[in-house]
């Protein structure tokens, strides 16, 4: 648009506000639902898009505008300038109520990335409605919140939590977690580190992770539900992180010691020690870690449980997809039979027991009734039993051990049931499920699932795609003074 050199007169400014007023007023006629009343000939007449279509045009040519949005930014000399309508902008921001009281010029500075949506920004004040990428969601965000348009503020943070999944080129993420950070958005912030950390195999080996924050990394490090291959991969990941950033020497330090070295085989330990750099430059920093983790290997785990605190997040596996900790199962048209299989994982993370195995045996049923929904005999009919829908039954997953050992004394289960789905066109966590040895299933087991339809988002080419995950954990039986 061109620069605009003077102001409208005052009686071309209150034509133009009466003139956005009835068009406000028309849209709410035209939206209200007819009061029928018992008459069949009632109906309604509805040209809201045309409407739509006169108020981007108002916009566009700036017929009655009352006044000028002029915006600046350090990346461009120029100025854009935008013919507005009082009444409209001071409807939608509170902002724009103020600045727009006593002038109709307003100059505003932004930075390039939100300089650049300023239009698309105008066009939802006037429409209600815009179409926005990955890469525009932050700065978007950040327009709606300087200018307190709360109803497209809470429209891209939604945006944001269900484009988790989406894929790009350099990631978002990370990027989206860290602005949620900065905002004080907590439930975004929660749903991007949640994702983080079902996902984290796809993080580690993407672009952003050379961005992950400090503060992200240590938040990351200290969860036991992160889902990837192993723990070697974590600290490969991290020792990459570490050469990257070259953070302080007491960062990395702690970024170390929250590496769980127990859940990494000796050989690996010995061979990490002999090549990993990182590893040679803050050994000091780690070596009773490195020392701790070789005695839990070579020792009996009850023996081992005897001096040392085996009830800490060192000696807790997180999700690990190796398959000695657990197995893949597809189940192909899931919402019709009972399906069952079994497999088998190391007793535990020690090297004491790499040799010894538990059986496990899974049950899926599609349509598992609570007892408070099963047939029961009614009173009122002799014999009669009442009715039950198969749509009130909810898919269950039943895990249990084939055997029992004395070798299990010491040690429980947890069990993780991970839910693979597929999000713009990538097969990604979305759903995880853990619960403990003293119960056979997790509770809540896909109860809003609904998998008699092919498009349910639970499903992938009418399969369930699941990953069953056992998570040995030790318990110190007897303490003894060191």
């Given at each position: ?294 005695q839990f290997h070579a020792a009996s785990p009850l ?156 499903l992938i080419d009418n399969s369930l795609h699941l990953?069953?995950?056992?998570k040995p954990v030790y318990h110190s039986l007897i303490?003894?003074?060191?």
């Amino acid at each position: 648009m061109a620069r605009l050199t003077g102001t409208r007169p005052l009686a071309a400014r209150r034509w133009g506000c009466a003139a956005a007023f009835l068009l406000l007023l028309l849209t709410v006629q035209a939206a209200q639902k007819a009061d029928f009343s018992g008459d069949s000939t009632a109906a309604t007449i509805n040209h809201s898009l045309t409407l739509l279509q006169r108020l981007q045009e108002l916009l566009q040519n700036g017929n009655g505008s009352d006044s000028v949005l002029r915006v600046r930014s350090a990346a461009s000399d120029e100025a854009k300038v935008f013919h507005t309508h009082q009444l409209l902008l001071s409807l939608q921001s509170e902002v724009f109520e103020s600045l727009l009281r006593n002038q109709s010029v307003v100059t505003l500075h932004e930075p390039p990335e939100t300089a650049a949506l300023f239009e698309k920004f105008i066009r939802y004040l006037y429409c209600g409605g815009v179409s926005i990428l990955l890469h525009q969601a932050i700065p978007m965000h950040q327009l709606a919140s300087k200018y307190r348009v709360w109803g497209l503020q809470r429209g891209v943070a939604e945006y944001m939590r269900t484009h988790l999944a989406s894929e790009s080129s350099q990631g978002h993420v990370v990027g989206w977690y860290h602005y949620a950070v900065r905002v004080g958005d907590a439930a975004l912030q929660e749903s991007c580190l949640q994702f983080l950390a079902w996902n984290l195999s796809a993080v580690l080996g993407s672009t952003e992770w050379g961005s992950v924050s400090v503060e992200l990394l240590l938040l990351l490090l200290e969860r036991s539900d992160l889902v990837l291959h192993s723990e070697l991969e974590l600290y490969t990941a991290v020792e990459g992180w570490l050469s990257h950033r070259q953070p302080e020497v007491p960062v990395a330090e702690r970024v170390l010691r929250a590496i769980r070295y127990p859940m990494i085989a000796p050989s690996q330990l010995f061979r990490l020690q002999a090549q990993s750099a990182v590893l040679a430059r803050h050994r000091g920093a780690v070596q009773d870690l490195l020392f701790q983790a070789f005695q839990f290997h070579a020792a009996s785990p009850l023996h081992f449980a005897k001096y040392f605190d085996v009830n800490c997040s060192m000696f807790l596996p997180r999700n690990y997809l190796a398959p000695s900790w657990g197995s893949q199962w597809v189940i192909t048209n899931p919402a019709r039979d009972d399906r069952s299989t079994s497999f088998q994982t190391q007793l535990g993370p020690s090297s004491h027991d790499a040799g010894k195995r538990v059986t496990w045996n899974v049950l899926f049923s599609p349509r598992w009734l609570p007892v408070s929904l099963r047939p029961v005999y009614s009173d009122s009919v002799a014999g009669a039993i009442q009715p039950v829908r198969i749509e009130d039954g909810r898919p269950r997953l039943v895990i249990t051990p084939a055997m029992s050992s004395p070798d299990f004394a010491g040690v429980s289960f947890q069990k993780t049931v991970l839910v693979g789905v597929r999000q713009q066109g990538r097969v990604l966590v979305k759903h995880a499920y853990s619960f403990h040895q003293s119960s056979d299933e997790a509770a809540d087991f896909l109860a809003h699932a609904d998998l008699q339809k092919r498009t349910s988002e639970y499903l992938i080419d009418n399969s369930l795609h699941l990953h069953i995950i056992i998570k040995p954990v030790y318990h110190s039986l007897i303490k003894v003074k060191k």
